[in-house]
């Protein structure tokens, strides 16, 4: 899971407990939301804050797509179908807060929304992502793994005896 610094200042300030309670957001929510933002950055939907003063390349059409490698329309592919999936409030701010790194006060301002409300659908977003990933708050599996070695049959190699 990177650093709790990598993340938009949204997520970082929810994820530290304070004053002995838990933290308001869990690891997989945190994680979830690492995904996105990377699927994000694959993607290349946020714009770019620099000059390119490379040669312009003029491919004919003058679409951006275009430009767009493969990776990157993948990315929004699967981007698309996580905005379908989810609530349209909550992927809308999840959207705003991985990938645009907009601050919750500013999407409250923005929708007209009542204080501190952002938070609460920001993490059912996160929690309707997480379960999309296959991601839960505690870890599921067998009680205990088989036992696996080389020869199968419970046998040692006789230079062990």
């Known amino acids: 899971m990177p650093a709790a610094d990598a993340w938009p200042a949204a997520l970082g300030q929810l994820s530290r407990a304070r004053n002995g309670e838990p933290a308001f957001l869990e690891a997989h929510h945190l994680e979830a939301a690492s995904r996105l933002q990377k699927l994000f950055e694959r993607s290349r939907l946020r714009a770019r804050t620099t000059m390119n003063y490379g040669p312009r390349v003029d491919r004919g059409h003058g679409?951006?797509?275009?430009?767009?490698?493969?990776?990157a329309l993948d990315?929004?592919?699967?981007?698309?179908?996580?905005?379908?999936?989810?609530?349209?409030?909550?992927?809308?701010?999840?959207?705003?807060?991985?990938g645009?790194?907009?601050?919750?006060?500013?999407?409250e301002r923005e929708r007209g929304w009542p204080r501190r409300s952002a938070k609460l659908v920001l993490r059912i977003g996160l929690e309707a992502l997480a379960a999309r990933f296959g991601l839960t708050a505690s870890v599921t599996g067998r009680e205990t793994a088989t036992t696996r070695n080389w020869l199968g049959d419970g046998a040692r190699p006789t230079e062990f005896g």
């Open 100 to 107: 645009y790194e907009k601050g919750l006060q500013d999407i």
């Open 75 to 98: 990315a929004r592919r699967q981007l698309a179908a996580i905005y379908a999936d989810l609530p349209r409030d909550c992927a809308q701010i999840v959207l705003d807060v991985c």
């Open 63 to 71: 679409g951006h797509t275009d430009d767009v490698g493969d990776m």
